[in-house]
């Protein structure tokens, strides 16, 4: 057992964002690098972790739970690529409880089990719905259990909507010890008006893009293979992106409270660039967005 100090992210965004894909991809990259990697998937849909295991789905804690009341590792924590320890937090029945009691839950658990000190881990990283940042689904925030919390966000307005959520979660809980913001994973990013928009989004935030990552083909191949692009593609250039973004996020040290916007602000800030894109898209504006 060793006492070395485990570093902690959470990875949040809007669902459908490309969330999941990237943290496989941060994990499979840093496991590859030989690091001991850990994933915790904190969605209900309990998909975070099937490309690192092939496309494969493993029993929940939650559903563990129900099942027996003395619940060991090995029942919960399943190893993937490159040795990668997976887990899933699971979610109440549809219908029935909050879906953020699973994290809650979780995390409850694996202390109990003392699964970082016996797994001698490198690094835990949680994949977290961001749609609705909720009692459950603040938890790494709130609580502080992560080190430093990164958002995935494309220049769709609804998931930049849930990246700014985030921010006003994160601001409200750090004069009480919750996690800070190491930045904004930018995804989807294959034209200039995308970049501009995040560009102006961050800095109208206070914050940072750590990563502008392409949409790419390969990674659809890689998930039609039950795959992370760094297992099926690794000398591709998607995978060179991921592994630039996962030495980032583990070198990372220097995490800060955003700025959100306000409703107000928000709306007044997409309404601006809403207008900005009518005029390239009519040819009243000639710039390096005019690629629209």
Request: hydrophobic fraction near 40%; proline fraction near 3%.
């Amino acid at each position: 057992m060793s006492g070395k100090k485990v570093k902690t992210i959470a990875i949040y965004g809007k669902g459908g964002i490309g969330k999941s894909t990237t943290t496989s991809n941060i994990s499979a990259a840093l496991a590859a690098s030989g690091l001991r990697v850990m994933q915790i998937g904190c969605d209900p849909k309990s998909d975070s972790t099937t490309t690192l295991r092939g496309g494969g789905y493993i029993p929940t804690i939650l559903d563990t739970l129900r099942e027996k009341k003395n619940v060991k590792l090995d029942e919960v924590v399943f190893r993937g690529f490159a040795g990668i320890y997976c887990v899933e937090a699971g979610g109440p029945a549809p219908g029935v409880g909050c879906a953020g009691r699973g994290i809650i839950t979780s995390v409850e658990l694996l202390k109990q089990l003392r699964v970082f000190e016996e797994l001698d881990l490198d690094i835990v990283v949680y994949d977290v719905l961001g749609d609705v940042v909720c009692g459950g689904f603040a938890v790494p925030v709130r609580e502080g259990i992560a080190d430093h919390v990164f958002t995935v966000s494309s220049s769709d307005f609804m998931a930049i909507y849930a990246a700014n959520n985030l921010f006003k979660g994160i601001q409200k809980y750090s004069n009480n010890g919750g996690a800070l913001l190491g930045g904004v994973i930018a995804n989807s990013m294959n034209s200039d008006y995308h970049k501009a928009i995040i560009d102006d989004f961050v800095e109208n935030t206070q914050t940072r893009v750590v990563e502008y990552v392409p949409r790419s083909v390969t990674v659809t191949q890689s998930e039609l293979q039950g795959k992370t692009t760094i297992e099926a593609f690794p000398d591709s250039e998607q995978a060179k992106v991921y592994r630039a973004l996962a030495d980032r996020i583990y070198h990372h040290t220097d995490s800060k409270v955003p700025a959100p916007l306000n409703d107000k602000q928000l709306h007044e800030w997409a309404l601006k660039w809403a207008d900005t894109l009518l005029a390239i898209e009519t040819g009243e504006v000639r710039s390096s967005g005019a690629s629209i």
